[in-house]
């Protein structure tokens, strides 16, 4: 069901409930899983800056598109793409995501913490760890 909240023009409030999730997903991570802590991060990709500040950024290597959440565990790379119930990828998304692909790397779209605990409880149990 969607949310109200969810439908403003803006964006705005999409964004919010996509960080929330992210948050949410961020803090189960660091607070039930230690040796995971600084195996994983949040790529802050989408903060707004004066031109100035997003040409060096770009020049420092910001990428738009990239996954959201990065968590890397026994040797692989997991890549988190947040999405709100109606939340749509940008063309800059589409673009990465399919680079990402064609090099082997699986993009796991999350709509909600429910999914982001079942697929790390999955990931976990094939490692025999809870």
């Known amino acids: 069901m969607k949310n109200s909240e969810d439908l403003k023009e803006d964006g ?18 660091w607070n039930n899983f230690p040796e995971l802590r600084y195996c994983s ?23 738009p598109g990239v996954p959201d959440y990065v968590l890397n565990f026994k040797g692989k790379t997991y890549y988190f793409e947040m999405k709100s119930s109606i ?5 800059n998304q589409k673009k990465c995501h399919a680079a990402m692909k064609l090099q082997g790397f699986e993009v796991i ?15 976990l149990t094939k ?4």
């Open 12 to 29: 705005q409030n999409i964004n919010k409930s996509e960080d929330k999730i992210l948050s949410e997903c961020h803090l189960y991570i």
């Open 41 to 63: 991060w949040h790529v802050a990709n989408e903060r707004k800056t004066t031109k100035l500040q997003g040409a060096i950024l770009k020049a420092k290597g910001l990428v």
């Open 109 to 123: 779209i999350i709509r909600n913490f429910d999914e982001f605990e079942k697929y790390l409880t999955n990931l």
């Open 127 to 130: 490692f025999n760890i809870n």
């Open 87 to 91: 939340g749509v990828f940008s063309d």
